[in-house]
């Protein structure tokens, strides 16, 4: 029974050290792929900020996913490397578009309702699963 208890300790730490690699020792959430759409009037908006607010409470070290609409009105989710998805979980949704001003100083005009911009006014909503997870599209309207 002695004889075990090495073999034992070694599958132990071994177990121990996948459960943290999974997790990532840098502290990092796994994330998953997320894609959705953002219509305005029913159009594509195009350049739009999309940014995913953890439900719950909120400090500096909060994960805010975001992403920025294309063409077709389609975006996908950054965490931490470009397009890799978001954290499991249910998220409060904001929608910043607006037009940049000559001399890239601010905004001539925000192109989307004020309430867009705050995630406990939006009124968007959206739960991202332990798996690629494509959304239902945001329709914004005046």
């Keep these: 029974m002695f004889s075990e208890l090495p073999r034992l300790q070694i599958v132990c730490a071994v177990a121990l050290c996948t459960l943290l690699l999974g997790t990532g020792c840098s502290g990092r959430q796994s994330v998953y792929p997320v894609t959705g759409k953002v219509l305005f009037e029913n ?4 350049g739009a900020l ?3 607010h953890p439900e719950g409470p909120a ?4 994960l805010v996913p975001q ?8 975006f996908h989710l950054t965490t931490y490397t470009f397009q890799d998805g978001a954290p499991p979980g249910r998220y409060r949704v904001t929608v910043f578009w607006g037009v940049p001003a000559k001399g890239g100083d601010g905004y ?3 192109l989307v309702p004020a ?3 705050k995630p406990e006014t939006s009124g968007l909503t959206a739960v991202v699963l332990e ?3 494509e959304l239902e599209p945001f329709k914004l309207t005046p």
């Design 43 to 46: 159009r594509p908006a195009v």
């Design 50 to 52: 999309v940014q995913f």
């Design 59 to 62: 400090d500096k070290a909060t």
């Design 67 to 74: 992403g920025e609409v294309d063409a077709n009105g389609v």
């Design 108 to 110: 001539d005009r925000i």
């Design 115 to 117: 309430r867009y911009l």
């Design 131 to 133: 798996q690629a997870t």
